[in-house]
């Protein structure tokens, strides 16, 4: 913090909490995964005092219901859908395979995550470096459904000629899995052809992470409790979901005193 950057400049406690989460996350697989490693020096290490940053104003549930909806005739629908009704990360659905997906039990398995490093498609743990269990609605699993179908279609088309052989949930028409790029530049511009078709009704700016803050936020306003909210995110401790929705915690709170006197029946 005071000369590790470039000439001898101090770095931000940001960029030094960044390093540090990439050198934890590093030394965990070498840990957990390819078990290189009996321990992590890096647990060992302190980092600056973490500045959580509250998410900024999101979508309303109809607004997300809109997009969706004006959506559906995308091949890559069903990520989306999967996105806002799980709150999953990008790389942990493009890391999903059918092997995770429970359709009969209604639940996945969160396994790892998948991004692209110089290049080339990397498999790695979550950021958590533990796996979780998800429960899907029945809307959902019919989505699921139909995106197993449409995969089945395009196997039959492609043929011999079929790449994909990690039975990966998302691939392209080709079966290849899909590149974390491709949805998240995708996104902006399936809002902006909902926007050019409703003018006067637009949706406002978002980014693909954003429907993960949707579902913790919508679960958080409709009471479900916090634990239960962190254990579908993926966050290690429910503290970290109190510290990043600390907003819609207070907007919940608000009300709490005429709960309770309305339950009394005062």
Do not use: C
């Amino acid at each position: 913090m005071a000369g590790g950057g470039k000439n001898g400049r101090p770095l931000s406690s940001r960029t030094v909490d960044y390093v540090h989460a990439v050198l934890r996350k590093a030394f965990r697989d070498a840990v957990q995964v390819d078990e290189l490693l009996s321990s992590s020096p890096i647990e060992k290490a302190k980092r600056p005092r973490r500045e959580v940053r509250e998410p900024g104003t999101v979508w309303t549930t109809d607004q997300l219901k809109e997009f969706l909806m004006h959506s559906r005739a995308h091949r890559l629908w069903a990520f989306f859908h999967l996105a806002a009704y799980t709150g999953a990360r990008r790389g942990e659905l493009l890391h999903l395979r059918w092997s995770d997906v429970d359709l009969d039990g209604k639940q996945l398995v969160i396994r790892g995550s998948a991004s692209f490093i110089g290049g080339e498609r990397v498999e790695g743990s979550t950021k958590s470096g533990r796996k979780r269990v998800v429960s899907l609605d029945d809307g959902t699993i019919r989505v699921l459904r139909d995106q197993r179908r449409m995969q089945a279609a395009d196997k039959l088309v492609v043929g011999p000629e079929w790449r994909g052989g990690g039975d990966h949930v998302f691939t392209t028409g080709w079966g290849e899995p899909v590149h974390p790029d491709t949805v998240s530049s995708l996104f902006p511009i399936l809002i902006k052809r909902y926007n050019q078709a409703h003018v006067g009704a637009e949706l406002p700016h978002a980014r693909l992470h954003d429907l993960r803050h949707i579902h913790a936020t919508t679960l958080l306003l409709a009471g479900v409790p916090v634990h239960v909210v962190a254990a579908r995110l993926g966050h290690a401790d429910p503290s970290i979901t109190l510290r990043v929705y600390a907003h819609v915690i207070r907007a919940a709170e608000a009300s709490a005193a005429e709960v309770f006197a309305q339950a009394v029946g005062e």
